[in-house]
Every structure is written in structure tokens, then in C-alpha cells.
Nanobody, 119 residues
């Protein structure tokens, strides 16, 4: 079992920045891939970024490349999502998840944190 708790969401103006954090507990954090996903109103949940257990490999959705950065600190059992140059279309509930591999199934989810970008 892995328990995940997100934090860092909020209201920000377009062009601004936020950093999301996800604290993990339970199963060995350093052995699992981690990911950030988001779900906007009336839309399906989509992947934003994922990172391998070591942090050596990452994946980004095209919509966030060059603006968002995923990272992890295995000593702190925490994964981060640095979001810069935020746009209104980034508004969504952001979820942290743990999975078997960077492109695999993500079976453990946090409760989500709201990010709202205003114009």
C-alpha cells in the first residue's frame, strides 16, 4: 500500500507559477514510478508528467512541455510538480499517483488538489 497526500494547489494568475508536492508513505517510495495527472471539469483524467523510480526518466504531456517540471526526492518520499507560465487551460484538479513503471499502471492515488488559473 502507498498513501499519497498532495498539497500546493491554489489560485494563481495566468503567467504565474505554483509548485505541487505529493508526500508518500507506506510501501517503499523509491521503488515506484510516480506521476501527476489532472482532470478538468467535464473532461477525462489525463497524464501531465511521470517520473521513474530513480528520477532518471521523465515523460511530459505535449501541453505542458517546457513549462512544467516533475522531480522527486526519495529521501523525503516526495514528488514535486513545478508549474510555470500557467495558462487558464491548466485549471484542473491535480492528482498524484504511484505506479509500477513510468508508462505502466498507476494503482495508488491521492485525493487531489485544485489548481485554478485566472486571466
Amino acid at each position: 500500500q502507498v498513501q499519497l497526500v498532495e498539497s500546493g494547489g491554489g489560485l494563481v494568475q495566468a503567467g504565474g507559477s505554483l509548485r505541487l508536492s505529493c508526500a508518500a508513505s507506506g510501501r517503499t517510495f523509491s521503488s515506484v514510478a510516480m506521476g501527476w495527472f489532472r482532470q478538468a471539469p467535464w473532461k477525462e483524467r489525463d497524464v501531465v508528467a511521470t517520473i521513474s523510480w530513480s528520477g532518471a526518466n521523465t515523460y511530459y504531456a505535449d501541453s505542458v512541455k517546457g513549462r512544467f517540471t516533475i522531480s522527486r526526492d526519495n529521501a523525503k518520499n516526495t514528488v514535486y510538480l513545478q508549474m510555470n507560465s500557467l495558462k487558464r487551460e491548466d485549471t484542473a484538479v491535480y492528482y498524484c499517483a504511484a505506479g509500477s513503471s513510468i508508462g505502466g499502471v498507476y494503482g495508488y492515488w491521492g485525493q487531489g488538489t485544485q489548481v485554478t488559473v485566472s486571466s
